[in-house]
């Protein structure tokens, strides 16, 4: 008895003990992580990251330069932001308009293209608003706007260079795209705020339209079986990727030598014959189209 | 896809666990001072600590953010995406909640035990560890909820740690990344390994609720 | 020990009145009153837990400061027994040995089982001390707080609500540790029967002061005050 009473004697000093532990482990993890030299932060979006090829790829970049490399996955917005406020060191993103407004404003040493994917227009097997068969992509927008009162889009709308790529199509197809968004309690126009995959998910509950990339679409083909491609093959569509080490000027902290080798290595010949050779389900997702 | 698994099992755990212990280290010593001592406000305080329950995942990620990107105050410590940011990040979560359930459970045998020891002969720490040791019961819930609430977490790790692989991906970042990707059963599994963990660790605690520590 | 002067007020009104008091080694003192006129308070000034507006309060001659931590030395050699004693979560033998943890003495085991076998409680060392009746509880409550040899001993109606069985073991325990350790006891009851069996000395509080405080068979034989003389026959005291 008394030998049981003395080990519960110790437990509030044994808690104390533990905690000073973690404490230290984590001063010690701190240390580590402080050294970023050999550490490559890597803001790509939602819909790169979910594709795989990153995981294919980026363990090449890792075992060639002797380095780590963290790929954080977000919306485009907040992975240039992370450019903005230094904490990322190398971008690769599907906007080219902003990815030229941010090399423009200084953040972005230079923008290299690295590779395309498809858009398509996806929706009820059945076509009900007749897409399929548009001239162009002008064409299929202007038919799912006049067949409005019996269909439904399913919209990103998260600010995504998926969701920016609709609004230039609804703007090239004549219409304002606010007023569209505006019809949104009409419940033909959804604008749902979410992932490429949730996005594609609830149109196919309910029977609606979506703009998505291809590679998603093809991800996701088994769950989405009420879905099936109705447009695509414009160059409208075409869905540009860019790479952009991020400068040092703006942030010291920065490891932009590591930013340039890794966009150097992304469109060298090697890693573009990776990309193009990536496939799921027998299908190619992305082109590679680097020039250098 | 196993070792995957494992590590971010692990990463989850270590993450939840520190954030809960450090920060029952300080709330929990808090909430005892705060239910032993009637002082001037205490019922604003309590309303305040209730309020902060209900802080959003989410916000405290973009203020932790914030707070260790290179821009901002802390950025010079390269915290962001890291298990440490993390960790912070579900600290700012859960420490209001165990304050304030330590704090009520600690008020209502405060009374009673405070007199009850110090008739027996305790000093101000021995009468205070005591009171802790009666409550402990209400107290342990408290770091039990706050555990729970640590470990479920999504959107501020998200946020600060990045959900990068090998790195700073736990249980729930993983379950949103494999939803996403539409590996239903996956995340699913994922979710099942959460709710076992939380259940071992309930289940560690619980002995301490019964058992009690001695003075 | 020895309280003088004592004053005390709650909310403006005046409990206890330039009221003095002492007891000596080996002295059972009985103090009866009417209920609400400040025995308990009294008992928890002596303790230290409250502390008087005016007045000392004395222990072996050093007068208390009632500051919880410059007066330890001092509370740890008195014990108060409350009428409904908290028993804290754990095991009887626990809670009797929590003040010998308290102040980290040696032999913890002897100690508790003496203290136990004196209430008849050792079979019932390993039960919850929640689980208790009312009677056993209090016998338990008595073990703890007699368990570290307390010099003072202050007994706040501490068999109220007993049965006779618990209240004659409790009894001849009080009787047994004053004999045995030469301790001085204080204890606050309205049961004047319960003063007139143990006691070795009476005092009437009555109206905030001492009325008269002499050994008890003077009190309840010849009382010298008309109001201890009608508060002894049952009558009202106004």
Known sequence: ?292 | ?215 | MRAEDICKRFDGKKVLEELSISVSCGELLAIIGPSGVGKTTLLRILNGLLYPEDGDVYFKGEPLTFEDEKDLDKRRKMALLSQKPYPFKDTVWENVAYPLRLRSEEEIDDKVSDALEHVSLLEMADRRAGTLSSGELQRMAFARATVFGPDVLLLDEFTAHLDPYNISVLEDAVEWYVDSKGAAAVMVTHNLFQAKRISHSTALLFDGRIIEKDSTEKIFEYPEDERTEAFVNGEMVF
Not at chain 1, 70 to 78: N, P, R, W
Not at chain 1, 81 to 106: K, M, Q, T, Y
Not at chain 1, 122 to 143: C, K, L, M, T, W
Not at chain 2, 58 to 82: D, E, H, K, M, W
Request: hydrophobic share 45%; charged share 20%; proline share 2%.
């Open chain 1, 1 to 292: 008895m008394v030998g049981i009473r003395k080990v519960q004697h110790r437990k509030f000093i044994t808690v104390l003990v533990v905690l000073a532990l973690i404490t230290a482990g984590l001063a010690a993890w701190w240390y580590i992580e402080s050294k970023r030299d050999d550490i490559l932060v890597l803001a790509t979006t939602t819909s790169t990251y979910d594709s795989g090829l990153l995981d294919e790829i980026v363990p090449d970049f890792e075992e060639t330069y002797g380095v780590r490399v963290k790929t954080i996955a977000m919306g485009t917005g907040q992975a240039l932001e992370l450019g903005r406020n230094g904490d990322a060191d190398v971008i690769l993103v599907h906007a080219p308009e902003r990815e030229e407004e941010f090399v423009e404003e200084g953040y972005g040493k230079y923008r290299y293209e690295v590779m395309y994917n498809e858009f398509v227009l996806v929706g009820p097997e059945d076509d009900p608003a007749g897409v399929r068969g548009s001239q162009d992509v002008s064409e299929a927008f202007n038919r799912l706007y006049e067949n409005r009162g019996s269909i439904t889009f399913c919209s990103r709308g998260d600010d995504s260079g998926t969701h920016i790529k609709e609004i230039e199509l609804w703007e090239d197809a004549g219409f304002d795209h606010d007023e569209i968004d505006s019809q949104a309690h009409s419940h033909w126009y959804k604008s749902l705020g979410q992932g490429m995959g949730d996005t594609l998910r609830t149109a196919n509950e309910l029977d609606g339209y979506a703009l998505t990339d291809e590679a998603t679409y093809i991800s996701l083909k088994e769950e989405v079986s009420g879905l099936d491609i109705h447009f695509s093959g414009d160059q409208e569509l075409f869905n540009q990727y860019g790479v952009i080490p991020v400068c040092e000027n703006m942030n010291p902290n920065v490891n932009n030598e590591l930013g340039e080798e890794f966009a150097s290595w992304i469109v060298s010949e090697e890693v573009q014959d990776m990309i193009d050779n990536y496939i799921i389900d027998g299908e190619k997702i992305f082109t590679a189209n680097a020039q250098i």
């Open chain 2, 1 to 215: 896809m196993a070792s995957d698994l494992l590590h971010v099992t692990v990463l989850s755990i270590f993450v939840s666990v520190s954030a809960t212990l450090l920060a029952s280290a300080m709330a929990v010593p808090l909430g005892t001072v705060m239910g032993l001592h009637k002082f001037r406000g205490r019922e604003v305080v309590k309303t305040f600590t209730y309020t902060l329950y209900g802080f959003p995942p989410v916000v405290a990620g973009l203020l932790i953010y914030l707070l260790l990107s290179q821009r901002g105050p802390l950025g010079s410590l390269n915290l962001l995406f890291t298990p440490a940011a993390m960790i912070l990040a579900q600290m700012v979560l859960v420490f209001p909640i165990i304050t304030g359930l330590t704090m009520s459970s600690v008020s209502q045998v405060a009374g009673e035990v405070k007199e009850t020891a110090m008739t027996l002969g305790a000093d101000r720490w021995q009468t205070a560890k005591t009171v802790l040791n009666e409550a402990r019961i209400g107290v342990i819930s408290a770091i039990m909820v706050g555990f729970g609430r640590a470990i479920a977490e999504v959107g501020a790790v998200l946020m600060v740690g990045g959900n990068i692989r090998w790195h700073t991906r736990v249980l729930t970042t993983a379950i949103v990344l494999e939803t996403r990707r539409g590996n239903f059963e996956y995340a699913l599994v994922l979710g099942a390994v959460l709710l076992t963990v939380a259940l071992i660790v309930f289940f560690v605690l619980k002995r301490y609720q019964d058992k009690g520590v001695k003075i």
